[in-house]
C-alpha cells in the first residue's frame, strides 16, 4: 500500500511526528474500484472518506430530466467524500463511479473519531480540508453561472490538468453543463485558433 501522496496531502494541513504517521497509516484501508463500478450510489450512506491513489472517479446526480450531471471528478491526490452522509449518517444524493480502474485509501468515520482523540492535529486536517472543499464549491457554482462555455472549458483545463484526454467528451460536456457537439466545436477552436 503506498501511502506517500496522502501523507503528502494531510502534511499540507498539518505536521505529524513519525509515531503520528505511523497511527495514521495503521486505520487506512486499500480498496480498488474498477471501471464503470460503483464506489457509492444514490440512496447509499457514505461510510468512509477516500483518497484517490491512482484513477478516476466522477460524482454525478440524475436530475428531474434524467439527465446525468457530473458534478466533479476525483483524480489522483484529491480526497472525495459526501460529507453530509458521512456525517450525519443520511442517505447521499450522489452517486460516485469509477471512470478508470482507481486505486483508493480510505478511512471510516470510527478511524477518524480515533485518529482525532490519538492526533488532536488531525481535527485541524479535517477541518482545513473541508473549508478549502467548500471554498471550491463556491468557486464551481460561481463559474458555472458567469462563465462563458470557452471560460469553463479553460478552468477546466486548469483543474484538471490532461483529463480531458482520459475521460470521454461527454462526461467533460456534462461537468461544463454543455453539449458534447458544442465541447467538440470548442477544442477545434483551441487546435486552430481562428485569427
Request: one cysteine or more; proline letters at 3%; charged letters at 25%.
Amino acid at each position: 500500500m503506498n501511502v506517500d501522496l496522502i501523507l503528502a496531502s494531510v502534511s499540507r494541513y498539518v505536521q505529524l511526528s513519525q509515531s503520528e504517521i505511523d497511527l495514521f497509516t495503521s486505520v487506512l484501508e486499500p480498496k480498488i474500484v474498477y471501471k464503470k463500478d460503483y464506489l457509492i450510489r444514490a440512496g447509499d450512506v457514505c461510510r468512509h472518506d477516500y483518497f484517490v491513489n491512482k484513477g478516476c472517479l466522477k460524482v454525478c446526480y440524475v436530475n428531474d430530466k434524467g439527465i446525468e450531471c457530473v458534478t466533479k471528478f476525483a483524480i489522483e491526490n484529491w480526497w472525495v467524500v459526501d460529507i453530509d452522509s458521512f456525517l450525519n449518517t443520511s442517505p447521499s444524493y450522489f452517486y460516485y463511479q469509477d471512470v478508470e480502474d482507481t486505486e483508493l485509501l480510505r478511512i471510516s468515520k470510527a478511524n477518524y473519531q480515533l485518529l482525532i482523540e490519538r492526533i488532536p492535529a488531525i481535527q485541524k486536517f479535517m477541518t482545513e480540508r473541508w473549508q478549502h472543499s467548500f471554498i471550491m464549491l463556491q468557486h464551481r457554482f460561481i463559474q458555472s453561472n458567469s462563465l462563458t462555455a470557452e471560460e469553463k472549458y479553460k478552468e477546466f483545463q486548469k483543474k484538471y490538468p490532461g483529463l480531458d484526454q482520459r475521460i470521454s467528451l461527454r462526461l467533460t460536456a456534462s461537468y461544463l453543463g454543455i453539449t458534447p457537439e458544442f465541447l467538440s466545436v470548442l477544442r477545434k477552436r483551441e487546435v486552430s485558433p481562428l485569427s
